[in-house]
């Protein structure tokens, strides 16, 4: 009899669990809904997200893709050179968007400096954002006087060009993939930490973080799994227009000369190659690569900002 009661009376609590747990899977899965619905309103946002995810495929897939491979000097001929876009070799191979004074394919030249491109950007990214939403959520956790002593850091970084600064480091270290990575990290953890400083100055004063205090958690478990997922958001939102800035940037350093080396060109190193020949008529060597770059910065960009809208608490009706 007891044995029966008590099973009876654990049976409520077992299926109140079950439907407490199926109801925030429900919530998660139209919160889902909601975000992808909200999402697709927008044709150029996903028209942007679609130029992205393809240009993305098309940078891993480089070595199926390419119809020749730019590093190997034994598959260029100098006579190629110069070659208009349509045109063919002597051996009969076609070059789609023609050729530049190496022989090099324009086409394969810019498959594999998307890759170089997104390597470059998007690694740099991710390692700035790392750095720099720790920093911003630890002084929005801790204030006081390391707050104070991060956020003039940030200052004193922002008010500087990020070029300027990039083109120093880079002056100092030399060209180089990894010192390109590196000036780029420099020069963008600022911006995430300023953010996420804003966004987690505001969640520390949630009940959540109360009833963490009270609980008597580690300093880490608060600020990484409690507070760093409240500030998702505008992290996310950040890191995607950070993204393109990094790209860019790259480009311009490349262009300048103080980027990636030669033996690993990028997007602005094709663009720098040919930019003498414009006025020659040999436009193809830097339009297409800049007509790519344009593109991929321009795609970014326009998933950024409706992710900037979605995301956006005041915009949420």
């Not at 407490?20 to 996903?46: D, H, P, W, Y």
């Amino acid at each position: 009899m007891i044995a029966s009661s008590a099973n009876s009376n654990s049976e409520p609590v077992n299926s109140a669990a079950t439907s407490g747990g199926l109801t925030n899977a429900e919530n998660k899965n139209s919160q889902t809904r909601q975000f992808v619905i909200r999402f697709t309103q927008s044709k150029l946002a996903v028209a942007g997200l679609i130029v992205f995810i393809l240009m993305v495929l098309a940078a891993l897939f480089a070595p199926m893709i390419a119809p020749q491979d730019p590093y190997d000097l034994r598959s260029l001929s100098i006579l190629d050179s110069f070659m208009p876009p349509g045109s063919e070799s002597f051996e009969g191979a076609p070059f789609l968007l023609g050729t530049d004074g190496q022989g090099r394919d324009m086409l394969s030249g810019m498959l594999y400096g998307l890759r170089t491109s997104l390597t470059v950007g998007m690694g740099s990214a991710l390692i700035a954002c790392c750095f720099g939403a720790t920093m911003g959520l630890l002084a929005g956790y801790f204030g006081g006087r390391f707050d104070a002593i991060v956020m003039r850091i940030v200052d004193l970084h922002l008010s500087f060009p990020t070029i300027l600064i990039a083109m120093m480091i880079l002056a100092f270290l030399g060209p180089g993939l990894m010192n390109v990575v590196f000036a780029i990290i420099i020069v963008e953890w600022a911006y995430y930490a300023r953010t996420v400083r804003g966004t987690s100055l505001v969640e520390v004063k949630r009940e959540y973080m109360e009833a963490a205090d009270s609980l008597v958690l580690s300093t880490s478990r608060k600020v990484f799994r409690h507070l760093l997922p409240n500030c998702m958001a505008s992290l996310i939102v950040i890191g995607t227009i950070q993204v393109a800035r990094a790209i860019s940037l790259e480009a311009t350093l490349s262009f300048l000369g103080l980027g990636v080396p030669i033996t690993q060109p990028s997007l602005g190193l094709l663009i720098a190659n040919g930019y003498e020949q414009v006025i020659s008529g040999r436009y193809w060597i830097s339009f297409y690569p800049g007509l790519a770059l344009l593109l991929l910065v321009v795609s970014i960009n326009l998933v950024g900002d409706h992710l900037r809208e979605i995301l956006n608490p005041s915009n949420e009706k």
